[in-house]
């Protein structure tokens, strides 16, 4: 891999709604709004040549990645290890709630059913080392808001707050090999030291 271009998926009906999905075997399609955004994406990429899409087992960043490379001959791969951080007895409930609950703990804390934010950071540099393995020069990945931010923050060495700023919807973000790699390392190494950025 040469470069990679991340992309969270356009709005969904949850997100619209403000609701937490983590589970990608609830159905949760694009608004109207997310569809235009997809293919706002596939215009900004339109002079990009994408060698493979990856996407996460969840709907919205596959209906994304159609809509975003419609009329092209793109290979794709699911990387489940990108997917949304599961938040177990937050499953479709309001997000305000979830991110409530966030504010007042470590990175290590787990939620009820759920996946502590090291434990998912730590998922994501598996996920993402497998895209640095792959041939393909140019690779779009489309996830989630969490993982995109985690590695953008990553990338500039610098871990998250208990609450992060969000992605916008469909922008992509463009890092090389070196850029992702150095993100990865970073990622996989914050359980050492489980702490905010302060």
């Known amino acids: 891999m040469k470069e990679v271009v991340l992309a969270r998926h356009g709005e969904s009906e949850f997100s619209v709604r403000g609701l937490m999905n983590g589970d990608p075997g609830v159905s949760c399609p694009l608004t109207e709004a997310g569809v235009g955004q997809a293919r706002e994406l596939g ?29 092209r001959d793109v290979p794709r791969l699911v990387v489940p290890e990108l997917n949304d951080i599961h938040v177990g007895e937050y499953e479709g409930g ?21 996946e502590s934010r090291i434990d998912a950071a730590e998922r994501y540099a598996r996920g ?18 969490l993982p995109v ?28 090999s070196a850029d992702l790699e150095r993100a990865v390392a970073f990622l996989a190494s914050w359980r050492g030291k489980p702490a905010w950025k302060t």
Do not use: M
């Open 43 to 71: 215009r900004a990429l339109r002079g990009t040549t994408i060698d493979l899409c990856v996407t996460t087992a969840f709907a919205r960043t596959q209906q994304t990645a159609e809509l975003a490379l419609e009329g």
């Open 94 to 114: 309001p997000l305000e709630t979830y991110l409530a609950w966030a504010r007042e703990q470590t990175p290590l804390a787990v939620p009820a059913g759920g």
């Open 128 to 145: 993402f080392r497998a895209v640095l393995e792959r041939r393909e020069g140019t690779i779009l990945v489309v996830a989630h808001g």
């Open 149 to 176: 931010r985690y590695v953008l923050l990553a990338a500039g060495g610098e871990r998250p707050a208990p609450v992060i700023e969000r992605v916008p919807y469909a922008e992509p973000y463009r890092l090389s």
